[in-house]
């Protein structure tokens, strides 16, 4: 199985994989990175709490080499660097290779999940592709603390034996068929995580955070039900529970990014001060763009993308959305 992506989801997950196999194969862009690693024990970079046997790690620059060395790719890089990493793989040979995608964000500028960039432009089959998510903060699975996955696949025999890669003591696993709807459902929480972290940089309380984040949740439902009938139930951990520790969690980037905007920061500003990505910045453009193919009414969503991209205060952005609330 190979990582391509070397961040906090990367060794975290890395983590989990090495519980159950004996080898995993890693992609880093730097040689003086993978150097690092292996003379320190742990990522130079991110959770370097994270102690690695490094002889069961197979390093690699190249990622042609990485994907002709593996069953099982997963995909896992922030989404703003989704496309050079995506024409990377265009260049190998991808055939009869699984892809898992763990990013949460969408292709920019095609506006377009990773599944259906990997079968459009890239041809690979459709049960070939699969997505993992859930309620799992690196930080927590550096501290083995429980956390909980789940990983979609249209065939339901490669999902359940991608789980029996996860699951372990400290990792509950289940399985469904949505992909399409545990993708969108990564990329919306991270935009309502922001706007949960606005609310409470301007000093919104827990009541209205509930309420904030209920209305949240039944806008994640009617979003990914137009997009994509499915039989999905919007309460599990997959896309709730998911949606609940992004928008509470002090771990979470996304809150702490909002945080930063509704206390006057500017994006920019914000952007410099944080040293990780808020995929929900990104995430709020492409499905801004999205929504709009669908005519699909997001206030939430377009109420972050207001204050982000088209710079109209949180103070009246969110104003707005308390008189459209139940």
């Known amino acids: 199985m190979g990582l391509l992506g070397s961040g906090s989801w990367a060794t975290a997950l890395a983590k989990i994989l090495l519980q159950n196999a004996d080898e995993i194969n890693w ?18 970079g991110y959770l370097s709490s994270v102690n690695f046997e490094t002889d069961r790690i197979n390093f690699y620059t190249d ?27 265009k260049k190998a040979n991808t055939k009869g290779k699984f892809f898992l995608n763990a990013i949460k964000g969408i292709v920019p500028e ?18 070939y592709i ?17 956390s909980y996955l789940t990983i979609a696949c249209s065939d ?21 068929t949505d992909v399409v709807g545990v993708e969108y459902a990564s990329v919306l929480k991270n935009v309502y995580a922001i706007a949960s972290g606005i609310c409470s940089g301007m000093k919104y309380g827990d009541n209205f955070q509930a309420v904030l984040i209920s209305n949240a949740v039944r806008e994640m ?21 998911d949606l609940l520790v992004t928008a509470y969690s002090r771990f979470s980037r996304n809150r702490t990014f909002g945080s930063m905007i509704g206390k006057g920061y500017s994006v920019k500003q914000a952007q410099l001060e944080m040293e990780m990505v808020a995929e929900g910045y990104y995430g709020a453009k492409c499905v801004h763009e999205v ?13 972050v993308y207001k204050i982000l991209y088209e710079k109209v205060s949180p103070k009246e952005a969110i104003a707005d959305l308390t008189k459209q609330f139940i």
């Open 27 to 44: 992609y880093f862009r730097f040689k003086d990175t993978v150097k690092q690693f292996i003379q320190g024990g742990h990522n130079p």
């Open 63 to 89: 990622v042609e080499e990485l994907i002709e060395n593996s069953d099982t790719i997963i995909l896992i890089t922030p989404s703003p660097y989704v496309r050079n990493l995506l024409s990377k793989i």
């Open 110 to 127: 095609d506006n377009v999940l990773i599944s259906d960039y990997l079968h459009d432009n890239l041809k690979i089959p459709v049960d």
């Open 130 to 146: 699969g997505a993992i998510g859930g309620p799992c903060h690196a930080e927590e699975v550096a501290m083995d603390r429980l």
């Open 156 to 176: 339901k025999q490669k999902a359940e034996q991608l789980k029996n890669c996860v699951a372990s003591k400290n990792i509950r696993c289940s399985i469904n």
């Open 221 to 241: 439902k009617d979003f990914v039900d137009m997009v994509q009938k499915e039989e999905r139930e919007i309460a599990d951990s997959v896309y709730l529970g």
């Open 291 to 303: 929504s709009k193919r669908f005519k699909a009414n997001l206030p939430i969503m377009e109420a």
